[in-house]
């Protein structure tokens, strides 16, 4: 017993310093790609880009990592929690620890991450949306144990996993349906997100134009609401949106 407790207490003393990687079982290396590439052209309206690099010697860095270490449950755990591979995880996790060495992310943090893939536009309000739906337990953060949940979801879930996933995305406060103002702040924030300066240019009642349209198809009983059991039979039903959701399967 002592003999193991001296492997645990050198193991966390190791993944705190950095000089031993949890997931991978040892040092950590430079990331083929950054974790904000591979994971952000997944969600909606990304691509990757050229992105900027960023200071890794901020004061506030400093002070986040001499704070904040949080380190993840064990590969054996998260393998039987998601659908990814050991190699996979191993990857994930690299490249996360990599964007966010303190081992969690914030609602800034990830703000900023997501603006630099929209510079011509503003990314935060959507960005916010999209954080809240990986922030499960709505702790103001998101762990590694959060972020490859969600990934899970969206890249081997089933449809029903991932039209679920997509409906709480779009149900802002939870209550289980999505209203007309609640689609319309989406929309708003993704036209933002877009920017002012897009070929053809936005018009202004776009955004409630496709609200409207989003409402004619989903809502049913015509009730004023979507809910989920609308959202997923309508969806099923749309060829467009069922190909979308195929475009994942062999992302990673």
Known sequence: MRGQGRKE???DSRDLDGSYDQLTGHPPGPTKKALKQRFLKLLPCC???ALPSVSENSVEDEFE????CHRPEGLEQLQEQTKFT???????????????PSGIVNEENFKQIYSQFFPQGDSSTYATFLFNAFDTNHDGSVSFED???GLSVILRGT???RLNWAFNLYDLNKDGCITKEEMLDIMKS?????GKYTYPALREEAP???????FQKMDRNKDGVVTIEEFIESCQKDENIMRSMQLFDNVI
């Open 9 to 11: 207490s050198l193991s």
């Open 65 to 68: 990592l001499s704070t904040v």
């Open 208 to 214: 409630r134009e496709h609200v409207e349209s989003f």
């Open 147 to 149: 972020f490859v949940a």
């Open 159 to 161: 449809i029903d996993d």
């Open 47 to 49: 691509g990757p880009q």
């Open 86 to 100: 050991r190699k996979e995880l191993q990857v994930l996790y690299r490249g996360f620890k990599n964007e966010c």
């Open 190 to 194: 993704i036209y933002d997100m877009m």
